[in-house]
């Protein structure tokens, strides 16, 4: 006998797992590396009555005229209306001319959105990724905040704002027009970006505070 | 003398085998593994448990936001996604609930496509898809017993442009659908790397 009982009672076995562990450190960084850690946010959005069939409610009622608040965004800044008439240009913005100003008026942001789709069509993902931004920074959306801050004062139970953009105006742009109008942020009015993108919206009763929170995407003909 | 030889015949006998006896337990103490395996039961474990924690966050995921034609943008919303018929607009495609329906070149679908030519709204492909997603979904609801409600989420690409946005929310429309749902990434805008 090669071991005695005791001995063999004792012998803690021991796996032969070379092959499988073999595996599985090569799937683990695998998996782990696609795994990506993101959230998934949604937007609600309300198309004008166009659809067929029937609608789940009742459309809401109102008691007095509506705002109609509409935001135009186009390749010069933020065109503004409300109850059909359009809101004059800011001060510092040319005349005649969409309501907010690109806040860096030297960008043609047609050409760098253009430029930034043939890239990504090319494949050129970094260089699409900086056009792209400069394109979307020439807009000026903190002051669009602080005009409509200043429309809410006066119309404080509204809050369908209706959007409607050129035909080349990329989705990323939209999103953040909606981001801007959505909250009521810490303060009125801000006088820097940086300020302004910091900024969290403010929060009464755990829920943040609405500013205009139903975008209704207007279909240009 | 004889006694003494047989003393240290029995001695010498006797030294052999406590020395061998000492060898072997010597050998067993130096226990050397086995050729080709590794005592890792712990480490295997850890690896196991971590396998199965990313197998089920793989299955996980309702809705695709990212992948080689597709970057949704960041935004601040605070809504979560729900399960159910999602069209999604990529830079090379429309699919619906993650099949193709129509083709995208530059940003556009060929008019060849539409119902009306070139300045239609209307994606005749897009409509027989959504169409038949959405009673699939009406099935499905009734058998479970739940109200069907005409939503549908879109995930688009970041840089879609508003008039294919615009024509896919027409289409859908005909196929009765009211009320959209758009998905984004949650996030800061100071940290999207947009530049601000």
Known sequence: MA???R??????PELDLLAFMNMVVILIPMLLLSVVFIQVG????TAPKLSVGSSTEPPPEQEEEPLNLTIAINAKGFRIAARSAQLEPMSGCPQPGPTICLANP???VAAKFDAARSQLAKGQKEAADVALSEGVTAYNFRELYNTLVQV???????TV?????????PYVVLVQVMDAVRYVREKDSYSTSAEFFDAEPKVEAAAPVALFSDP???IAQ | MVEKAGAKGVDQAENVWLEEQSRRRNKKKRKEPAEGGLTMNSFMDILVIMLVFLMKNFGDLPIQVAGPDLQVPTSIAQLGAEDMTTITISRKAILVNNAKAVDIKD???DKSQKKGGEASLHIQPLFDRITEENKKAERLAKLLGNKHEPVVTVVADQTTPYRLITEVMYTAGQAELSKFKFAVIKGQASELGLGF
């Open chain 1, 7 to 12: 001995e063999m009672a004792d012998d803690v």
């Open chain 2, 107 to 109: 940003g556009a679908v």
């Open chain 1, 216 to 218: 209704v995407l207007a």
């Open chain 1, 152 to 158: 809410k004062k006066n119309y404080p139970k509204e």
């Open chain 1, 161 to 169: 704002v209706n959007l409607t953009a050129d035909a080349g105006i």
């Open chain 1, 106 to 108: 030297d960008v043609n």
């Open chain 1, 3 to 5: 071991r005695s009982k």
């Open chain 1, 42 to 45: 949604v937007i609600n959005i």
